[in-house]
């Protein structure tokens, strides 16, 4: 069993930390664990593994401490409560936990900060990255979805020029572009994003938006 367990361990470890795994060094706060579990629940779901180094090595997890905070972190810091497996796996004398978050059925997925404060992240790569207005609202879309965009609205069309006109750009800058109502902005872009006329994707360590180039309006 544990020759098992190390083979399978070591070839997880083989593939680094990325878009659907995190290694976690030990658990010391439930909160922090928390972000990774929303940013998990709200992408493509993931793993993490702790009482694993950065750079591969074993720790172990060390305490019943850290398997306690591991289950405050997805069901007491996290809203709605992720979904979430434990399995744990011997390696090297070291008892290491494999935590596997499923995507979210109910997305968002946010956690909560030591004052209350809800925020939703979203992974990219191997980074967990606080979501835009724009993923809290393609998420709430999702949930009541609507037609296709075959028409145009003045506001659509405007804020659609705008981003066409930028090229690349965040989303404050697209709005302000447009001249429409921030609330009603976000709405239209998320939208716009369900449908693939716009585009979202990380860079520069911030949300840019552009137009897809084979739209037609």
């Known amino acids: 069993m544990y020759d098992s367990d190390s083979r399978r361990l070591h070839e997880l470890i083989a593939q680094g930390e990325h878009q659907q795994q995190d290694f976690k060094y030990k658990v010391t706060d439930a909160i922090k664990l928390a972000r990774s579990v929303s940013a998990f629940a709200n992408t493509d779901g993931g793993r993490l593994?702790?009482?694993?180094r950065d750079d591969g090595h074993l720790s172990g997890v060390r305490s019943e401490e850290e398997i306690f905070m591991m289950h405050a972190?997805?069901?007491?810091?996290?809203?709605?409560?992720?979904?979430?497996k434990f399995e744990t796996l011997h390696a090297e004398g070291r008892t290491i936990v494999i935590v596997t978050v499923p995507p979210s059925t109910q997305k968002p997925v946010f956690a909560i900060d030591e004052n209350g404060k809800r925020t939703a992240y979203?992974?990219?790569?191997?980074?967990?990255?606080?979501?835009?207005?724009?993923?809290i609202e393609i998420w709430r879309q999702e949930r009541a979805p609507t037609g296709t965009m075959t028409t145009f609205s003045d506001d659509e069309r405007k804020l659609l020029h705008a981003t066409e006109a930028l090229g690349e750009a965040p989303l404050n800058r697209i709005i302000k572009a447009s001249g429409i109502n921030r609330r009603k902005?976000?709405?239209?872009?998320?939208?716009?994003?369900?449908?693939?006329?716009?585009?979202?994707?990380?860079?520069?360590?911030?949300?840019?938006?552009?137009?897809?180039?084979?739209n037609s309006d």
């Not at 593994?49 to 694993?52: E, Q």
């Open 73 to 84: 972190a997805a069901w007491k810091y996290c809203k709605p409560e992720a979904a979430i």
């Open 49 to 52: 593994l702790i009482g694993v």
């Open 185 to 214: 902005a976000i709405i239209i872009m998320a939208k716009m994003v369900r449908f693939g006329l716009v585009s979202i994707h990380f860079a520069d360590h911030r949300f840019l938006f552009s137009e897809n180039s084979n």
């Open 122 to 135: 979203v992974r990219v790569d191997d980074e967990n990255i606080v979501a835009t207005p724009v993923h």
